[in-house]
Each structure stands twice: as structure tokens, then as C-alpha cells.
């Protein structure tokens, strides 16, 4: 979900965070989780060092509807 709450954002699209719902980090080592602003597909029962590495969240969108998993979405802390 993406909300605009300015008339700024209505007028050029910027938006200061961009929510992606809940997230469940359970059964994923701390050191495998995403760089902040950054997604990463989770596929249950794959070792650590075989998952897929971190990527943009569209690209893990479409990566978690073509191979299942979870995606894990780390916020910036650049608001």
C-alpha cells in the first residue's frame, strides 16, 4: 500500500515509506536478513547460504510468485 498524505505526493509520486505488510522473520539467522530499504525471498526448508540473495522488492515480488517463499522487507531508516 502506498499513501499519499501531501499535495506534494498527489502531485509528483513521492511518497516517504512505503508499507508491505507484516513480516515474519521466524527461522531466518539475523546475519540473512535484508539491507534496510531492501527485500529478500525466504524459502522455507533451504539452508541459509542457498537462499536467494537480497534484491529490489518489485524483483522479489516477482521472484517470490514465481518460486513461492516469503518475502522479508527490512525499512529504511532514511525517512
Known sequence: MIWASSPRSFQT???AATEYG??????VPPD???????C???L???????QPPPMSCP???AY???????????P????
Open 13 to 15: 509520486g513521492e511518497v
Open 22 to 27: 507484516p513480516v515474519s522473520f521466524d527461522g
Open 32 to 38: 540473512r536478513l535484508p539491507p534496510p530499504g531492501s
Open 40 to 42: 529478500r525471498v525466504w
Open 44 to 50: 522455507d526448508g533451504v539452508p541459509p547460504d542457498r
Open 59 to 61: 524483483d522479489a515480488s
Open 64 to 74: 517470490q510468485r514465481r518460486h513461492g517463499g516469503r518475502v522479508l522487507f527490512m
Open 76 to 79: 529504511a531508516s532514511d525517512l
